[in-house]
């Protein structure tokens, strides 16, 4: 739209206009600024959404602003989630599972909420692309937060969980954590021997940064070739978006399920929160996404 100077109309941000954000360090490569600006625009909300550098030490500072300046509450990612979970007031079962928080909601009773999303953005995902998720037994391969989060809510529909990970110690732990939580179904498995409990597994899930653009270099002690027709392959890793995992995978015919999904549906509730809309999932917003990876030659 032009204004009557004929530059383009400024986007009116007014005493009313909602805002959130996302906290996180570096940050300027996040996606949900342009992912919630767009269900912004698109159910005509006045409301804004941007990017919050915070240095590592100064998160609760940060925090304490934001909710002093009127902010709705703001996304939390790498590397302040753990910190966010100790300073919340109030935690749901989700964020309480996970150890972690990547979503804060200023109450107006003057209480931050944290939740933790990911798990169930993981779960939504899969389930869009068609598949049941429950029941059957799950390769996971990481244990930092993000394996935490998925393997809590894999857990809460019944699929047992394997883990794998680099570090046998944070694997254990994370498996200890679970079990204490009520869910005896984790087993743990060297990293080493992950290929020997494929054949148990219905869903093989890469939570590590493997394969991530900018990642650490390396490669997963597994051959697919051998892996039953069935396996679906998922990996949150979304930039790139078909990781070199997942197109071994693709190459042997197995289900394929990427990280781009996953971003989106952990973002859901969030928007909901703090914008009053709960965001219809279309096709338009992962279109958006999508090109902006690949404008950068992704
Ligand atoms: N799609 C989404 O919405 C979404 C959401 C959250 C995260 N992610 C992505 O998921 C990945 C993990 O995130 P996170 O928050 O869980 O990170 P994190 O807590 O730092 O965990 C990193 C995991 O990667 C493993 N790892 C790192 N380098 C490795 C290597 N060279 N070989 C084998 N394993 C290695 C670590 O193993 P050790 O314990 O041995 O160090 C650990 O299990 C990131 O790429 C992130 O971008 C995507």
């Known amino acids: 739209m032009k204004s ?14 909602a805002l959130a954000g996302v906290i996180g360090w570096p940050v300027a490569h996040s996606r949900s600024p342009l992912m919630h600006n767009f269900w912004l625009a698109q159910y005509g909300i006045d409301g804004a959404y941007v990017p919050l550098p915070v240095r590592p030490g100064a998160f609760e500072t940060a925090v304490r602003g934001l909710q002093a300046a009127g902010f709705r509450g703001t996304n939390v990612t790498i590397p302040h989630k753990e910190a966010a979970f100790r300073i919340v007031d109030r935690l749901d079962r989700s964020a309480r599972r ?4 990547n979503t804060l909601v200023f109450a107006s009773d003057g209480m931050i909420e944290g939740f933790s999303t990911d798990g169930e953005g993981f779960v939504a995902n899969v389930q869009a692309h068609g598949i049941a998720v429950k029941d059957g037994r799950a390769l996971l391969l990481g244990a930092g937060g993000a394996a935490r989060a998925i393997a809590a809510s894999l857990l809460d529909r019944g699929v047992a969980v394997v883990l794998a990970n680099r570090t046998p110690a944070r694997a254990e732990e994370l498996a200890r954590a679970l079990r204490e939580d009520a869910a005896p179904a ?8 992950m290929a020997t409990v494929l054949s148990r597994c219905d869903m093989l899930v890469n939570t590590t940064s493997l394969g991530m653009e900018g990642g650490p270099p390396g490669d997963f002690p597994l051959d697919l070739a051998a892996a039953d027709p069935a396996l679906v392959v998922c990996d949150i890793v979304y930039v790139p978006r078909q990781t070199p995992l997942l197109r071994d995978a693709a190459a042997h015919g197995l289900r394929c399920v990427d990280g781009l999904g996953m971003l989106i549906h ?14 219809v999932i279309g096709p338009e917003v992962e279109a958006l996404l999508d090109a902006d990876l690949r404008g950068q030659g992704r």
């Open 186 to 193: 984790v087993e743990v498995v060297a990293w080493d021997d």
């Open 4 to 17: 009557a100077a004929g530059v383009p109309a400024p986007r009116r941000i007014g005493g009313a206009t």
């Open 98 to 101: 996970s150890g972690s928080v």
């Open 266 to 279: 952990q973002a859901r509730l969030g928007f909901c929160k703090w914008f009053g809309t709960d965001p």
